[in-house]
């Protein structure tokens, strides 16, 4: 049982470059979350998905697209990225009847140069 | 949408004494309340979370309260060790039965244990 599984651990991107972060649950949770991080900022949303075939924005969507492949698997893209989008992406999952309770990814350092 | 603000944003303590995080929230509605511990390099995870039908919860070092009426809720870790530093993220939710709102955070708070 591994729970959240993130990758890659770390990224360098040029700028206009694009990449898919993948994230991968085996709990059987229902709804995934993409969080970014910066400084003091602490965790803001990016993309939800309250179950299997559902996504919706968070607070800060633009410049990114998700894709729930599966009840296990959300991936974050970004098409072309951009030095704004230099963070710390985390992953996290989480099950109805548990209360909220979210499990983080290890997180994806990401550089865009 | 839900706003949750988060005080102090550093906090440098002696080891053995107490720590307390205040966080506050806007939207009367919200019925979840979690606390969560980042240390450095790592991932959040959860400490202690509180529903809106309890005014507190401890456990062992670490007790969590809340003020719906006043709409803010708090941590409090006493006996603080230097293990206990790391970065503190209050969060809000409202939970409807099976459907689950999303967390909102607050901008966290840097705990420092000095020995």
């Known amino acids: ?113 | 949408g839900e706003n949750v603000e988060q005080h102090p944003s550093t906090l440098s303590v002696q080891e053995g004494d107490s720590a307390v995080i205040k966080c506050t929230y806007s939207d009367s509605a919200s019925n979840y309340f979690p606390w969560y511990k980042q240390e450095l390099g790592k991932r959040p995870q959860l400490i202690i979370d509180i529903r809106s039908n309890v005014g507190e919860k401890k456990d062992q070092r670490i007790a969590v309260t809340l003020n719906k009426t006043a709409k803010h809720f708090s941590l409090h870790i006493t006996e603080t060790q230097p293990e206990d530093s790391a970065v503190y993220f209050c969060a809000a939710s409202i939970n409807r039965g099976s459907t689950l709102g999303r967390l909102y955070f607050g901008r966290g708070t840097q705990l420092t244990v000095w020995p």
């Not at chain 1, 206009?16 to 803001?44: E, K, V």
Request: glycine content about 10%.
């Open chain 1, 1 to 113: 049982n591994a729970g959240v599984t993130q990758t890659p651990k770390f990224q360098v991107l040029k700028t206009g470059q694009s990449m898919t972060l993948q994230c991968a649950q085996d709990m059987n949770h229902n709804s995934m979350y993409w969080y970014r991080q910066d400084p003091g900022m602490g965790l803001r949303l990016i993309y939800y998905s309250a179950s299997e075939g559902t996504t919706d924005k968070g607070e800060v969507p633009n410049g990114y697209n998700v894709s729930r492949l599966n009840k296990r698997e959300f991936s974050l893209r970004l098409e072309s990225a951009a030095p704004s989008q230099t963070s710390v992406y985390f992953c996290a999952s989480t099950i109805s009847g548990t209360g909220n309770i979210q499990y983080f990814g290890a997180g994806t350092r990401l550089s865009v140069l």
